[in-house]
């Protein structure tokens, strides 16, 4: 089976940078992906992983070690828009995606 | 060019009603799943429809299922309404296998 571990809450000052990290517990996964969500809004995509390494999308980052079975995100020059859950996500082949347990992000003054 | 639309955005039901939702993807994905998302939870997989076949199915009773169309449109039913089963239900496309999906402002269901 697919299990993704998630810090539950992190606190980061507006400006600051802040990683999210995500381990895994599965076989014959590939990828990892991750969602923000805002309270009362959908997942929105961010960013996927499907070979290990940094992935940059401006200010966000991911990255994915496979042999690790870890990956995190990464938000640099943190905005109060930030504020928001954000999951990653694990596939396996057209089988379902898992969601991980989601980290509550809130973005101080 | 429209994102993934879903119908309708609220609903109240009775237990032990049925109710059916629908999904429209992206055009030109051809794959649809269908989440359910508790408070303060991560959405939770039920369903992964491809080229109008289920792919992928979720630790869910019969009494959801789902189908696509054609078109690639998507409808989950869900009998026998539980209290529990209140929630928002997620839908998403994508044009590949457990890449990016885009998500659709769900439907909120609620079991009175």
């Known amino acids: 089976g697919q299990s993704l571990e998630q810090p539950s809450e992190v606190t980061a000052v507006e400006g600051a940078i802040v990683q999210i990290n995500c381990t895994y517990q599965t076989s014959g996964f590939y990828g990892l992906s991750w969602y923000q969500q805002h309270d009362g809004g959908a997942p929105t995509f961010l960013s996927y992983?499907?070979?290990?390494g940094l992935e940059e999308t401006g200010r966000f980052s991911s990255f994915l070690s496979r042999s690790d079975s870890y990956g995190y995100l990464l938000l640099q020059e943190l905005q109060m828009k930030d504020t928001a859950a954000y999951f990653c996500a694990g596939a396996r082949g057209y089988q379902k995606v898992t969601f991980g347990t989601g980290t509550k992000l809130q973005v101080i003054p | 060019d429209a994102g993934v639309t879903q119908s309708p955005t609220h609903l109240i039901k009775t237990r032990g009603q049925h109710v059916t939702l629908r999904c429209s993807p992206i055009s030109g994905h051809k794959s649809v799943s269908w989440y359910q998302q508790v408070l303060g939870q991560g959405p939770q997989f039920i369903f992964q429809y491809y080229e109008k076949e289920e792919r992928g199915r979720g630790n869910f009773p019969d009494r959801f299922s789902a189908r696509q169309f054609p078109n690639y449109s998507s409808e989950l039913n869900v009998n026998a309404l539980l209290l529990g089963d209140s929630a928002l239900f997620l839908c998403?496309?994508?044009?590949?296998?457990?890449?990016?999906?885009?998500f659709g402002s769900g439907t909120r269901l609620t079991v009175v």
């Open positions: 998403a496309s994508s044009l590949e296998q457990g890449m990016g999906y885009t």
């Open positions: 992983n499907g070979l290990d």
